[in-house]
Antibody, heavy 121, light 105 residues
């Protein structure tokens, strides 16, 4: 059974960098069939895609966040990570990591439980 | 960027109703569309992939169709456990979620 678990600080100061990691179990992030992605959801609002990384290391980002986002892989830990810099209160949200299918129409299947990140001084 | 417009929102319905949710995309995405169900405080659950492929374990009262720019998710007879928010997701070009449809009593 594939499981994903987010980890990282629950509170980030404005203008600082939000850093989260996602640990994957039950699947290898090195397997080329998948991509690994981050999605967020502000309280009471809809889902917003942040970006993804393929096993090759290639990345795609949401154009609205692209200038502030970096996603990376750590195959030795079977983890991938998110960095979002220059955060503001608008970045307060539940952050989910998830797995997507590189083929088979690209859908996202397994999700982490989500971690709430609050941006506040 | 591909825009995804989901309607209606919200959707008021009763147990036993047939309900249909629609997603329209700003350009053709073939069958690169998935549907998710999210209940309060829970993680989104994948219901449908590739526009119409129901995932294992999803009740048969759910069905989905569409291709190109218009897609629908239908619940043939709404059950109490179906009251939730539904999202579509296009994966043809980057990823974009629809705004969500809250199905409420």
């Amino acid at each position: 059974q594939v499981q994903l678990q987010e980890s990282g600080p629950g509170l980030v100061r404005p203008s600082q960098t939000l850093s989260l990691a996602c640990t994957v179990s039950g699947a290898s992030i090195s397997r080329g069939d998948y991509y690994w992605t981050w999605i967020r959801q502000p309280a009471g609002k809809g889902l917003e895609w942040i970006g993804r990384i393929y096993t090759s290391g290639s990345t795609n980002y949401n154009p609205s966040l692209k200038s502030r986002v970096t996603i990376s892989l750590d195959t030795s830990k079977n983890q991938f990570s998110l960095k979002l810099n220059s955060v503001t209160a608008a970045d307060t949200a539940i952050y989910y990591c998830a797995r997507g299918h590189q083929y088979s129409y690209g859908y996202v299947d397994y999700w982490g439980q989500g971690t709430l990140v609050h941006v506040s001084s | 960027d591909i825009q995804v417009t989901q309607s209606p929102s919200p959707l008021s319905a009763s147990v036993g109703d047939r309900v249909t949710i629609t997603c329209r995309t700003s350009q053709s995405i073939s069958n690169f569309l998935a549907w998710y169900q999210q209940k309060p405080g829970k993680v989104p659950k994948l219901l449908v992939s590739a526009a119409f492929t129901l995932q294992s374990g999803v009740p048969s009262r759910f069905s989905a169709s569409g291709t190109g720019t218009e897609f629908t998710l239908t619940i043939s007879s709404l059950q109490p456990e179906d009251f939730a928010t539904y999202y579509c997701l296009q994966t043809h070009s980057l990823l974009t979620f629809g705004g969500g449809t809250k199905v409420e009593i």
